[in-house]
């Protein structure tokens, strides 16, 4: 172990490792199977394990051998089954021969072609009263023109061409028809009828009632404006003219009048009594002509108002005519609707009809396809009575198999061995790196500082303040949390010197009474020093330093 750091873990043998969870993964392996490897009795029989010898797994990595079991499972019957086994057997083979013979009858029943609209066929030399070979040559000249070149029996020449050609080729002349089957029926000569019931078709539209009324009549054109573009400011200024045209003569003979009284009374031109008459005559003469001012405006708004009446007089006459033509239009479409409401019902009353025949023509149907399908099982069950006669005989008695029960299948859990050494190996190699950086944090500190001063370090405790001890340094020896003020802030740390030669040298993290700026420093005390080394510690202005070449020495690193 170097100065201030722990050795770094060892990483595990990979071999060894794998050696290790092989061998884990075996043994549960066989242990699993042997817990599940359950014997079971039951009335009908017994299932029984055993070790019926064992193979050799050679692990490729590791070269290790491994035994590995093997087992066999087997199936036994009780005593009464076992009889059952032996009897059954022994019937199977009669009944396996009375097939065989059986069998053999088969053949010209299967030979023949089943068709559900001809029945059986039967054989051209056992020809079946089914077919009716005049039938099939009246219907088809070609077969009947083939068979009489043939210069076979024609009836027998018949049957095998539908055997052979005719079934493919859908030739259905020369039977019978099914009990049941529906006739096709006749196209309808004239008129919209359903060809496949027989009926019309059912209503799905109606006379036209004609269409609604969409639009209404012109009424007119609202009136939007009324009276001539200048809002009848001409018709307002020649009033205005025509009252002052009358007014002007009069204002000025009063005006003279005044003047003229004004200097018999001897008031002069600018005096203060004259200027006061002619201000009274003034605001007369500015009433005067507001007061004709006013008198037009009056006939402007007459006229105005006047014009407005005439234009909602105009525009409550169309509204009117508007209501008028709504109304008409409503009533025709109100009637129209009704005479759509009226066809409607007519329509409805006639799909109800159509719906009630289809309804009795489907029940007759109904029973016709019952019928057909009725005859059809018969003949299905003429046909296939033989071949089941030939399958029960087949079938024999048959013995129970035993039935056992789902037995528990217990699991031992493998034991992840591979993945506990490296786990123990992470957390080893975690722990190596945060000792390693508390050592770098703890040695940057110390010898930092030592390596920025001069010859002494300031180191007296006396000049320091809020001391905390974080370690201890031990030669050799190993250093426990417990001499922290702080358990687990710093790690411990060894250092490996003689034994002759232990050391202990508490360090500290600390700060200057002098320092406003409170910075935290790490390192150790003038007066532990002192202790190891009296040489390394000198005393400058009643302060204690540590002489930094001495240090080295006490610590065993120079």
């Given at each position: ?16 490792t ?36 064992t193979?050799?797994?050679n ?6 051998s ?31 021969g ?6 053999g ?22 020809p ?8 099939y ?34 030739r ?22 359903n ?21 209404l ?16 400011s ?39 009594a ?12 500015t ?5 004709v ?8 708004q ?7 009446k ?19 239009g ?35 149907y ?5 019928a ?10 003429q ?30 859990p ?6 506990l ?9 975690q ?12 040695i ?73 700026t ?6 150790p ?23 930094k070449t ?9």
């Amino acid at each position: 172990m170097s100065f201030l750091k722990p050795d770094p873990p060892q990483p595990p043998d990979p071999i060894r490792t794998a050696a290790g969870a092989t061998a884990t993964n075996v043994g549960t392996a066989i242990a699993n199977q042997q817990m599940n490897n359950i014997n079971q009795v039951t009335p009908q029989g017994a299932l029984t394990y055993s070790q019926t010898g064992t193979y050799t797994y050679n692990d490729p990595t590791t070269g290790q051998s491994y035994q590995i079991p093997l087992t066999t499972a087997t199936q036994s019957l009780s005593p009464d089954q076992q009889y059952l086994q032996s009897l059954g057997m022994q019937s199977q083979q009669n009944l396996a021969g009375l097939a065989a013979q059986q069998s053999g009858q088969l053949q010209n029943l299967l030979g023949s072609p089943f068709n559900p609209y001809t029945g059986n066929a039967g054989t051209a030399s056992h020809p079946s009263a089914t077919f009716d070979a005049q039938a099939y040559l009246s219907a088809y000249p070609d077969v009947a023109q083939a068979a009489a070149s043939s210069g076979q029996n024609p009836y027998t020449f018949a049957l095998e061409h539908y055997q052979n050609y005719g079934q493919t080729e859908g030739r259905t002349a020369g039977f019978p028809t099914i009990p049941g089957t529906p006739a096709t029926p006749a196209a309808p000569a004239q008129g919209d009828i359903n060809l496949l019931t027989g009926l019309p078709y059912a209503q799905t539209g109606f006379a036209d009632v004609g269409g609604q009324q969409r639009y209404l009549g012109d009424a007119g054109a609202i009136t939007r404006d009324y009276g001539p573009a200048d809002n009848f400011s001409a018709d307002r200024q020649r009033v205005e003219e025509s009252l002052y045209g009358r007014i002007d003569p009069q204002l000025q003979r009063d005006r003279q009048a005044l003047e003229t009284r004004l200097q018999d009374q001897g008031i002069r031109y600018g005096s203060a009594a004259y200027n006061q008459a002619m201000d009274d005559w003034n605001r007369q003469s500015t009433d005067a002509r507001l007061a004709v001012t006013a008198a037009g405006g009056q006939e402007q708004q007459r006229m105005m108002d006047m014009a407005a009446k005439r234009a909602g007089f105009q525009n409550a006459a169309q509204l009117q005519q508007f209501q008028e033509f709504q109304q008409r239009g409503t009533f025709a479409n109100q009637a129209q609707v009704q005479d759509y409401q009226q066809a409607a019902l007519r329509g409805q009353f006639a799909n109800a009809g159509l719906a009630q025949n289809f309804a009795r023509n489907q029940a007759v149907y109904g029973a016709q396809n019952q019928a057909r399908a009725q005859s059809l099982a018969e003949q299905y069950a003429q046909r296939n009575q033989p071949i089941n006669e030939i399958s029960a005989l087949m079938s024999g008695s048959q013995v129970k198999d035993p039935s056992f029960v789902n037995t528990p299948n217990q699991q031992i859990p493998t034991t992840d061995y591979a993945g506990l050494v490296n786990n123990a190996f992470s957390q080893n190699l975690q722990n190596y790196q945060v000792q390693s950086n508390n050592a770098n944090q703890l040695i940057g500190g110390l010898f930092g500082a030592i390596a920025g001063a001069g010859k002494g370090i300031v180191s007296d405790r006396r000049i320091k303040e809020n001391i905390h001890k974080i370690g201890t340094i031990f030669a050799p020896g190993a250093v426990s949390d417990a001499d922290s003020d702080e358990p687990g802030r710093r790690a411990a740390y060894v250092r490996d010197v003689d034994q002759d030669e232990q050391k202990k040298l508490p360090i500290y993290e600390y700060s200057f009474k002098a320092d406003p700026t409170s910075t935290r420093h790490v390192g150790p005390m003038a007066q532990d020093v002192e202790k190891l080394d009296k040489e390394a510690v000198f005393t400058r202005n009643g302060v204690k330093h540590i002489d930094k070449t001495r240090l080295g020495s006490i610590l065993k690193v120079a």
